[in-house]
C-alpha cells in the first residue's frame, strides 16, 4: 500500500521558517518528480513546488520563488520543502503528491496524495 505522509506543519509567525516532510512508503519514487501543493480555506489547490528525480531541477510558483526550497533525499524516500520569510498569505493545508503526468504545476497531473499538514501563519 502506497502512502505519502506530510508532518512539519504547524503555527509560526510571520517571517518565521518551517521545514515540511513528506515520506513515502510502499514503494520507491525515486524515478518521479514529485511536488508540493498546498490548499487555503475556500480556495483551489496550487502549485507550489516540485522536483526531479535526481534533484537537478527544481520548479516554485512565482509566489515562493526566493523563500522556499525544496529538496529530496530518494535513500530516505523522502522530499522536503523548507519555508522561509513566511507570510500570512501562506496559510493554507500543504500537501505532497507524486507526478505521473506531463505537467509540474497542475494537480491532476499528480497520483498518489498524502493528507496534508496545517501551516499557519499569524502576522
Do not use: H
Not at 504547524?10 to 508540493?36: E, H, P
Not at 528525480?53 to 529538496?71: E, L, M, P, Q
Amino acid at each position: 500500500q502506497v502512502q505519502l505522509v506530510e508532518s512539519g506543519g504547524g503555527l509560526v509567525q510571520a517571517g518565521g521558517s518551517l521545514r515540511l516532510s513528506c515520506a513515502a512508503s510502499g514503494r520507491t519514487f525515486s524515478s518521479y518528480i514529485m511536488g508540493w501543493f498546498r490548499q487555503a480555506p475556500g480556495r483551489e489547490r496550487e502549485f507550489v513546488a516540485a522536483i526531479s528525480w535526481s534533484g537537478s531541477s527544481t520548479y516554485y510558483a512565482d509566489s515562493v520563488k526566493g523563500r522556499f526550497t525544496i529538496s529530496r533525499d530518494n535513500a530516505k524516500n523522502t522530499v522536503y520543502l523548507r519555508m522561509n520569510s513566511l507570510k500570512p498569505e501562506d496559510t493554507a493545508v500543504y500537501y505532497c503528491a507524486v507526478k505521473i503526468g506531463a505537467r509540474v504545476e497542475i494537480t491532476s497531473d499528480y497520483y498518489y496524495w498524502g493528507q496534508g499538514t496545517q501551516v499557519t501563519v499569524s502576522s
